[in-house]
């Protein structure tokens, strides 16, 4: 395997990415991960490789307690996957040799496979029996098909869930409010993302500080904006009233799977349930274009009224 800038090679990499069985492909993607990097993560170096069977994405650092490690390019979170090739077993055949051959670093984590997947399977196939293994906390996104359109989607979601977005629906409709859907070029982003702040500006995350109005999450978005614009994956949906943005849903779509992101509206709507509202619209659209899976991302106890299934990845400290 040889060292590469995974900036450098961002699309090839995304294509390794969405061929990678059992991983969170969005939060694989360069889009996300460099994002990361940039606006979330300590400095770090580079311990990125591409070989024949795919790509090993990690950062180095050193701890404050003097020892070296490595990381996914992405930990704030860990959803990000490390391995990403089609062939788990040929990649972490390559990938064991180059660990084992490297002597600056002392404990790796391995963030963002699923304990049972094919990359957890070959890794404790193939890693030397001295290095100690430990097991880190799960992380679980939770995921809805929309397999049979809208109506499919709606029929496996509870009775209460399906008449409060129909109570919503009328009440928005009274109260003028509409939808409306932007797909902007890389040119747009800057322009996406100033309306998406006007937003932000006036709701209770800004509020409570717990959006992405500011500081690291602000520019992480920034980071990522771009690219998911320049490649047509960003998908967003706006509600407005009176001629004037009220809300916005944001999300991105790869290998066949959205990936909710980010919304947020003005406080003055909460009582329409708009939140709910503008994920409808965007199942609508994704369902029109045949989009197969929505990703609502990390827990929280509304997604699980919204997703049927759930995915789990858990984390690998190895120690030698």
Avoid: N
Wanted: a neutral charge; hydrophobic letters at 45%; aromatic letters at 8%.
């Amino acid at each position: 395997m040889q060292p590469i800038d995974l900036a450098e090679v961002a699309d090839d990499f995304d294509r390794e990415v969405a061929r990678t069985p059992a991983i969170d492909r969005f939060c694989s993607s360069a889009a996300w991960i460099l994002a990361a990097s940039t606006a979330l993560m300590p400095p770090r170096a580079s311990f990125t490789f591409r070989g024949d069977h795919g790509y090993f994405a990690m950062m180095r650092g050193v701890h404050p307690a003097g020892f070296p490690y490595i990381e996914p390019v992405e930990l704030a979170w860990g959803l990000a996957a490390p391995l990403v090739g089609g062939d788990a077993v040929a990649l972490v055949d390559e990938v064991v040799p180059v660990l084992a051959a490297r002597r600056d670093w002392q404990l790796a984590i391995l963030a963002g496979h699923t304990a049972t997947g094919p990359q957890r399977r070959a890794l404790e196939a193939a890693l030397p029996p001295r290095w100690e293994r430990r097991r880190g906390q799960p992380t679980v996104r939770h995921v809805a098909s929309l397999d049979g359109g809208v109506d499919g989607f709606l029929s496996r979601r509870s009775r209460d869930l399906r008449k409060s977005l129909r109570k919503s629906l009328r009440a928005a409709e009274q109260q003028g409010v509409t939808f409306e859907s932007v797909r902007a070029p890389a040119s747009g982003a800057l322009a996406l993302y100033d309306r998406i702040q006007a937003i932000e500006a006036h709701s209770w995350k800004s509020q409570e500080g717990v959006g992405i109005s500011a500081g690291p999450m602000r520019a992480f978005y920034a980071a990522m904006l771009p690219r998911l614009c320049a490649l047509g994956q960003q998908r967003t949906i706006f509600a407005r009233q009176g001629g004037r943005d009220v809300g916005y849903i944001l999300g991105a779509v790869m290998a066949g799977e959205y990936r909710g992101l980010q919304f947020s509206y003005a406080d003055e709507l909460s009582s329409l349930g708009i939140g709910g509202l503008m994920q409808y619209q965007q199942i609508v659209e994704l369902c029109g274009e045949g989009v197969a899976r929505y990703d609502l991302g990390t827990e929280m106890d509304y997604k699980r009224r919204w997703a049927e299934d759930i995915m789990e990845t858990e984390m690998l400290v190895l120690v030698r």
